[in-house]
């Protein structure tokens, strides 16, 4: 299991993508089966695509706020990294 402040940073990335914008979820600590149940969740709950690798949640389009929400209506503390 990775090791992690406890903090899970949410940011948003444009990067090597043709300009479309991702949002990205990392520190959740989880072992891969749970973090892509995770992804799964969170990706229904944006109504969008995505993929889950190498221990982060990557959802399709700009869903910053509505992650940090779901995240941490879950008992979560999150923070906004990134612009």
Same mark, same amino acid.
Request: hydrophobic share 35%; charged share 25%; net charge positive.
């Given at each position: 299991?990775?090791?992690?402040?406890?903090?899970? #940073?949410?940011?948003?990335?444009?990067?090597?993508?043709?300009?479309?914008?991702?949002?990205?979820? !990392?520190?959740?600590?989880?072992?891969?089966?749970?973090?892509?149940?995770?992804? !799964?969740?969170? !990706?229904?709950?944006?109504?969008?695509?995505?993929?889950?690798?190498?221990?982060?949640?990557?959802?399709?389009?700009?869903?910053?706020?509505?992650?940090?929400?779901?995240?941490?209506?879950?008992?979560?503390?999150? !923070? #906004?990294?990134?612009?």
């Amino acid at each position: 299991m990775p090791v992690t402040d406890g903090i899970v #940073r949410v940011s948003r990335e444009t990067k090597g993508r043709n300009g479309k914008g991702v949002t990205l979820v !990392k520190g959740l600590g989880l072992e891969p089966v749970a973090l892509a149940q995770l992804g !799964k969740q969170l !990706k229904a709950a944006c109504g969008s695509g995505g993929t889950t690798k190498d221990g982060v949640i990557e959802v399709q389009g700009d869903h910053c706020e509505r992650v940090i929400g779901w995240l941490q209506a879950r008992g979560h503390t999150v !923070k #906004r990294a990134g612009g």
